[in-house]
């Protein structure tokens, strides 16, 4: 099973990697230019954002590029779309209840 | 391979601004009374029955989420869960009428470590009216929360009729 997708991005320097690969398919000496990590550090982070399937790898004579994948990404804003329409409608209910109070008091108030 | 933990990871957040016709006390009483508290609380197709709230620094909150219309009733009993939960919480960096947290222990979810879900909520005067910001840590358990938004799905689609499809405030993730 995938790990929690935001956990495998809060991490800062996965963030600054997958930053870097916005750039287009790479090998890990381009991602560490960009990127600014030392090597070892940054083969374990590819290795945790290819296992969480944020990144892609494909061999190319010696060397292995590294891509980003669209599908994780996407489903994180359909996830955080999804969330948000939640969160939409529970405020509009805050809003109905606003008026429903404000209607109560109205009526309690004493007429002229 | 990860030494963050269910409880300390960063995760996104959602903000949403609303501007409502309204005292700003009026907003923080729907937030900090339990009757306030009960009349729009929860995810639409479940109601609420608070059965501790001290709007306080630490202050508890508990309350009971039922499911409540039938569709909601049907989809919790499809997916085995019981349709009323038990929520605990409390109230955290309160400034009367300006800003609240709450933190409420998220631990029903199936097949999710416990976590706590952090809602923090800032309030101020906008002319005759009152503005509130909303930023939303949500947390991602795909077996619940997909499960959950798609047992929704028809219950928004009438809270969309309801409402005219009114365009949301601008929100910002």
Do not use: C
Request: charged share 25%.
């Amino acid at each position: 099973m995938h790990a929690d997708p935001f956990e495998t991005l809060a991490d800062p320097t996965r963030r600054r990697i997958v930053e870097a690969l916005r750039a287009g398919e790479q090998p890990v000496g381009e991602v560490v230019r960009h990127a600014g990590i030392h090597q070892s550090g940054v083969s374990r982070h590819l290795r945790i954002l290819q296992e969480a399937g944020f990144v892609s790898v494909r061999p190319d004579g010696q060397r292995r590029l590294y891509a980003l994948r669209a599908e994780p990404f996407r489903e994180l804003e359909a996830w955080l779309a999804d969330y948000r329409r939640l969160w939409d409608a529970r405020l509009d209910r805050f809003g109905a209840a606003l008026e429903d109070r404000r209607k109560d008091a109205g009526d309690k108030e004493p007429g002229p | 391979m990860n030494d963050t933990t269910a409880d300390t990871a960063p995760q996104a957040a959602i903000v949403i601004e609303r501007t409502y016709r309204a005292e700003v006390a009026e907003l923080w009483a729907l937030w900090t009374t339990r009757s306030g508290f009960e009349s729009w609380w929860g995810p639409e197709g479940f109601r609420v029955e608070v059965h501790a709230l001290d709007a306080r620094e630490g202050g508890e909150l508990a309350y009971d989420m039922i499911a409540d219309a039938p569709e909601m009733v049907a989809a919790m009993k499809q997916m085995g869960q019981p349709i009323s939960q038990g929520v605990r919480g409390h109230y955290t960096g309160l400034a009367p009428g300006q800003r609240l947290t709450l933190i409420q222990r998220i631990d029903f979810v199936p097949g999710s470590a416990p976590y706590d879900s952090k809602i923090e909520v800032e309030f101020r005067a906008l002319g005759d009216q009152a503005h509130m910001v909303v930023t939303v840590h949500p947390h991602l358990d795909p077996l619940w929360t997909g499960r959950a938004v798609q047992g929704f799905q028809s219950q928004l689609t009438k809270l969309d009729a309801r409402f005219g499809g009114a365009a949301p405030d601008p929100v910002r993730s």
